[in-house]
Each structure stands twice: as structure tokens, then as C-alpha cells.
């Protein structure tokens, strides 16, 4: 079963240098699974379009990572929805978010 992660992640803005875009660094508990997700009001961090997100899996917390775990996202009255990809339960992963603030 999926879990929210929303009330879990740590999420650090990066502010938009010059007007351009914002990113998001987000982190997750490393209990996290496959299919769990979280949800983040883009509005809250002045992201109004959604342009780039990337996704990381640690083999070992806070030691290994891999390029592995794409997400799945959906944008719905500008809450942007991460599942979390791949096939590994209990592994932290993180992040980047990236978007334009108009």
C-alpha cells in the first residue's frame, strides 16, 4: 500500500537568481517504497509551470546514489503529485524540482 509522504519530506528552495527558474531539493525519510508519494503546492515555493523534476535512489543513505528512480508526476490545481519509481522499498531518495515562476 502507498503511503503519503507529504508530512515527511524536507523540501529547500533554491530562489529564482535573476527571475529565472526556481528549484526545489527534496528529500525523503529513508523508509520510503516504491509507489509511496508526496505532495507539493507549487505556489508555496513560486513555481507557477512545472519544467524538470529528477529523481535519486541511496543504495546506501547518505553514501550511494544511482540515477535510477524517475517519478511519476501529475499537476492538479497546482499541486504537483511525485510517486516515487523503481522497485526498492526503504531507500531514501531525492529530488530536484524544477520550475518557472510564470
Known amino acids: 500500500m502507498a503511503d503519503d509522504l507529504s508530512s515527511t519530506v524536507t523540501v529547500v528552495r533554491q530562489p529564482a537568481l535573476g527571475g529565472g527558474m526556481v528549484w526545489l531539493f ?8 516504491d509507489t509511496d508519494y508526496f505532495d507539493i503546492t507549487l505556489a508555496d515555493y513560486g513555481i507557477k509551470t512545472l519544467e524538470m523534476i529528477l529523481g535519486n535512489r541511496h543504495t546506501t543513505t547518505d553514501s550511494v546514489l544511482v540515477s535510477a528512480d524517475d517519478p511519476t508526476t501529475a499537476v492538479s490545481s497546482g499541486v504537483l503529485r ?15 524540482i524544477v520550475g518557472s515562476p510564470t
Open 26 to 33: 527534496v528529500e525523503t525519510p529513508a523508509t520510503a517504497d
Open 82 to 96: 511525485v510517486t516515487i519509481g523503481g522497485s526498492t522499498d526503504n531507500k531514501k531518495r531525492t529530488f530536484m
